[in-house]
């Protein structure tokens, strides 16, 4: 079994930073991809950006050049640096892991970018 904590959200106005952290733990094997995805009042989860243990990221079109995706692999902690934020950033932020074809999620954080 696998969990994932997220941490990091909050309030922030617009042009402003966060930065989000997610733990991982339990089975964890050495290659998986991890990313983190967004859901907003409404609408469906959408990825915002993943990172494979080779270090390949990819980023949604709206996130690209604002939001940064790392993680430290001897952790199994992942980041995702939030700048510029925008009210439409406005969402829960769920951290994910793929390993072997099955998907773990966490709980979510929620992020408000609001003045």
């Known amino acids: 079994q696998v969990q994932l904590a997220e941490s990091g959200g909050g309030l922030v106005q617009p042009g402003g930073s966060l930065r989000l952290s997610c733990a991982a733990s339990?089975?964890?094997?050495?290659?998986?991809?991890m990313g983190w995805y967004r859901q907003a009042p409404g609408k469906q989860r959408e990825l915002v950006a993943v990172?494979?243990?080779?270090?390949?990221?990819n980023y949604s079109d709206s996130v690209k050049g604002r939001f940064t995706i790392s993680r430290d692999g001897a952790k199994n902690v992942m980041y995702l640096q939030m700048n510029s934020l925008k009210p439409e950033d406005t969402a829960v932020y769920y951290c994910?892991?793929?390993?072997?074809?099955?998907?773990?999620w966490g709980k979510g954080t929620l992020v408000t970018v609001s003045s």
């Open positions: 990172c494979s243990t080779g270090g390949t990221t």
């Open positions: 339990g089975s964890i094997f050495s290659i998986n991809v």
């Open positions: 994910n892991i793929l390993i072997r074809g099955i998907n773990f």
